[in-house]
Structure formats: C-alpha cells, structure tokens
C-alpha cells in the first residue's frame, strides 16, 4: 500500500518534469523551422537602379542557402525611409527584413519618423557599401570641380544636381561639399538612381549625385565622372579625384545592411545572419559588388547595433552644421 501510494506522486512529478522541459523547448523547437514561408526583403529603393540590382543578388543567394524564398519588394521613395517605416508594424518573426541605408541615422534628425533608430530595429548584419560620385552629361561644359565651383559662384543657385532625396548622402555630401566651397546649388530630389539618372540624360538637371548606378554611362562615355566622395580613389576610375584631396574635407562612406523588427527572437536573428554573411562568400554576389564597385562590409548582429548607437549622434551634428536639424 505504502509502496503503491508513493509511486503514485513519482508519476506525477516525472510527467510535471516532462512537461516543464518541453514548455521550455517549445519556442526552440518553434523556431528549429525558420524559416517554413517566403521572407521578404524590401528594398526602399525603384527597381532599376544599383541598390536594387545588389538586393535582388543577395536575396538570390540567401534564398539558396536556406532552401526557402527570399523575395524582394521595392518601396521606393521618402529617402529610402519606406523599409524602415514598415518595420514598426511587422511581426519581429524574420519573414520581414529591409535594406537600411545609412539615411536611418541623418534623416529623423531632420523631419518626423515613424521609428527610433535605437529602440525599432533589430540590426541583423551589415554587408556592404557604397561609392558615391557626381557625374554631368559628357557634352557638359563642367569637366571638372573647379569648373563646377566657377560656374557656382558665377550664377548662385542656378547649377542643378540630382540625388536620391532629400537627406541622403549623395544629397548632403554634396551640400557638405557646397557648403566648404562658398557655393549654392539647387538641388533635385529623384526616388532613386534610375530615375535621377533618365532626368540627367534627358538635360532636366546639369548634374547627379549618387552610387555607382552610374558606372555604365561614365564607362560608356556618356557621362563624366567629376569626383567620387570616399576616403581614397576607387579602382575603377583611378584618375577621377575625391572631394577629400580637391581641399573640400568631404568623404562619406556608407555602410549598409540588413534590419528586422525590434523583439527578434535571438535564434531567428543568428539564422538570418548566418545566412547573409554566406552571400559574402558567394562569386555572384561578389561580382554584383564588384560590379558598382562596391567593398565587403562586414559587421555582426553585435558590432552594427553599436555602430547604429555611435553613427546617430554623429549624424546630427551634421545635419545641424548644414542647417536641416528639424525644430525642438
């Protein structure tokens, strides 16, 4: 009897043990299958242009790797502030992502968001970057910065560049470099390169600023590559100088990578990163970099979130010297 009763409460706590254990394997086993549906990867930028072009190539290959469909949606316009935006709302499950482009850091110092930077996303891993330039229509009579500054200073306001909108970095490195210069031009906000650069073709802006979307037309002689914004010249054009080394102490690098929703569960997170930082060993998408002449940028889940906590405050000093920091 005494034997019988006492097996009785052992029954009892071995199923209560057994259902503890597997109430705290759940969320593990939950996300053992991530992921089990399409995840989408939003790039706030037109189809066509060269952000565009290096999503779809990592989308490819991380569709690869995890054996599941990564699929992009562009979101163009708003200075690339439409992916963000969307986060605020989407479940932090990993099945939506977006590019972030470095405008998250500058542009809520400048005009109401709809996220924080530092409390709405979760950043995953940063891959790359961009090389930015300005470029003019090879039948322009500007053949070089000093001939742009001349014809600044001769007609205030009346030469044209175009960008990728207001508060993005071929936007405010140009007005940086403007600003060194003693000069006012009139800038062209475009939703993207593609767009930007149909407008400069077609003689609707003198001049525009962005990524290397513009490679082919400087390489096919259609355009000319004034000057490019990086701390060193690139490789592709190694004869065109930097705003750095012409005296106007202007360079901008700008890394860029993946985010999630905020309350990402951290096994989820490392499956997303580990899966995008395999594209960096992937020849077709290195050749996509190589192609707009972009360099491997890696960060971890760790090293971009401090890098997002240090490149914030930083921006707002220079929004506030260019004199776009939006009222208290």
Known sequence: MSSSSSSVPRRQVLQAGLAGAASIALPALAQSNFPSRPIKLICPWPAGGSTDAIMRSLAESASRIMNNPVIIENKGGAGGMLGPNELVSAKPDGYTL??????????PHMQKTQFDPLIDITY?????????GIVVRSDSPIKSIKDL??????KP?????GSTGNGTTPHLAVEEFALKAGIKLQHVPFKGN???MQALLGGHVMSHSDATGWGQHVDAGTCRLLATYGTKRTKRWPAVPTLNEL?????????FGIGAPKGMDPAVTRKLHDAFKATLEDPKV?????????PVIYMNTEEYTKYARETFPKERKLIEQLGYLKPA
């Open 157 to 161: 306001g009346e030469f044209t560049f």
């Open 149 to 154: 500054v001349a014809y600044a200073k001769a």
């Open 124 to 132: 995953v891993i940063c891959l790359t970057g961009y090389t930015y």
């Open 286 to 294: 290195l050749a996509s970099f190589e192609k707009f002449d972009q």
């Open 247 to 255: 005296g106007y102490d202007t360079a901008s690098d700008s890394p």
């Open 194 to 196: 593609a767009e930007g």
């Open 98 to 107: 977006t590019q972030l482009p470095i405008g998250i850091f500058r542009i």
